[in-house]
């Protein structure tokens, strides 16, 4: 969640301000290389989309990694658009104070109402394409975040030989060098990367790298199968720097933002079940799977596709990233979310990996809880904020072989 000030009831006062006493918004986009403004008069009236996701599969998947999507149309601007770097920016201001007495009564004193201004990035990337519309003048411009240019890196040989000298190395080791790679490319990544089971070492195999991956892996890649072990989602924030969330824990949801008005919500009558199993491959083609919750209903299983642990020989890798310490590690333990659908009217500073809470006026489900997975903010004057998260309530089957091989 974008916040206004690191005190909480602050940002919480803010945030209340910009919904009620809003007098203007501007969408600005600026050109990273000139820092020149593309003129208001240049856009088409509310053709901006901004869609961001941390899973975006009909059933729960770890990693993230997934790139915001930017479109806008432009109308008579002849500059060059395509490879140009980007920055879009809210800018919106409103009233701090709108009575002109301290009650509901005319008084003789006067209370000025103060206007203040907010900006916040909201989205940083690389215009991929700006296609030429029916009428000539118009172009349909989009653009990537970040991951797009971790997607182009490609460390196959790298990894290759990262596997044939250190097969041995530590987590922590590798994951360094995922941030030297990603940096280097100017990309920024948070140091809450790192996690307890870092010490550990892994047990990687040339032979199967080069014939897992056949000469193509990227830092994007590698980056999403890291998380995908601890649970993680990663994201690039609005500043273009990439950082990471996990699912509330089950005994641990108190970051939750309440929405107090929406419209258009749908929600599914379960809450995802907790993970009972995981599974990976490990050795090219062997399986392990590591139990999560003992219970004797139905399970749920996570059947993680994930190339990165299939190139180690030892299978108790995945369990040292599920249970660095002995006990489960966090992400696995989440909360039982439920899926939804919902518009949030002007809330554009919710991002994809917050908590909400909505009341929903129904009687046997009058409040919801569910973390956001996806998020689209459409318009510029009149901004819309459409939020959703889809999962189904058990995932894996029964009938699957889930012992390990």
């Known amino acids: 969640m974008y916040m206004f000030s690191e005190n909480k009831a602050e940002d ?36 901006l989309e901004l869609t961001n996701s941390i899973c975006d599969d009909s059933t729960l998947r770890f990693g993230g990694c997934i790139s915001s999507q930017l479109t806008f149309s432009t109308i008579n601007f002849k500059e060059q658009l395509v490879g140009r770097e980007i920055k879009v920016y809210i800018k919106q201001s409103y009233l701090d104070n709108v009575y002109p007495s301290k009650d509901l009564y005319p008084s003789g004193e006067l209370y000025p109402c103060k206007v203040v201004d907010k900006s916040a990035c909201i989205f940083t990337g690389t215009i991929d394409s700006a296609k030429r519309q029916q009428n000539k003048t118009i172009k349909e411009v989009t653009a990537y975040d970040n991951f797009y240019l971790a997607g182009k890196i490609n460390i196959y040989t790298w990894f290759f030989g990262f596997a044939t000298y250190s097969p041995n190395a ?26 307890s089971e870092d010490d550990k070492k892994l047990s990687l195999s040339a032979t199967i790298v080069k014939e897992v991956y056949n000469g193509k892996l990227t830092v994007l890649n590698l980056l999403q199968d890291l998380c995908e072990c601890s649970a993680k989602f990663a994201f690039c924030d609005g500043e273009g720097s990439i950082k990471f969330k996990k699912l509330p824990q089950e005994k641990d949801v108190t970051d939750v933002y309440t929405v107090g008005y929406y419209t258009d919500l749908n929600f599914e009558d379960y809450t995802v079940a907790k993970i009972t199993k995981a599974r990976f491959k490990y050795n090219k083609d062997k399986t392990y799977t590591e139990n999560i ?12 596709d994930n190339k990165f642990i299939s190139c180690n020989t030892e299978k108790t890798l995945v369990s040292k990233f599920i249970r660095p310490s002995g006990a489960v590690y966090g992400g696995w333990m989440f909360y039982e979310y439920r899926p939804f659908s919902v518009n949030l009217f002007d809330r554009w500073w919710l991002e994809p990996g917050d908590t909400i809470q909505l009341n929903t006026g129904v009687e046997d489900t009058p409040i919801i809880t569910s973390t956001i997975f996806n998020r689209t903010l459409s318009g510029t004057v009149g901004l819309t904020v459409q939020v959703s998260t889809e999962s189904s309530e058990y995932q894996g089957d029964d009938d699957k072989q889930w012992a390990t091989t």
């Open 12 to 47: 919480l006062e803010i945030k209340k301000k910009l919904l009620e006493n809003t007098i203007s918004r501007n969408i600005q986009i600026v050109f990273t290389d000139t820092k020149s403004i593309l003129p208001n008069e240049n856009i088409v009236f509310d053709s």
């Open 170 to 195: 530590t987590i922590k080791v590798l994951k360094e060098c995922v941030i030297d790679m990603c940096e280097e490319k100017g990309l920024i990544v948070d140091s809450n990367f790192y996690g």
């Open 293 to 304: 919750v003992t219970t004797s209903g139905k399970q749920n299983y996570y059947d993680g």
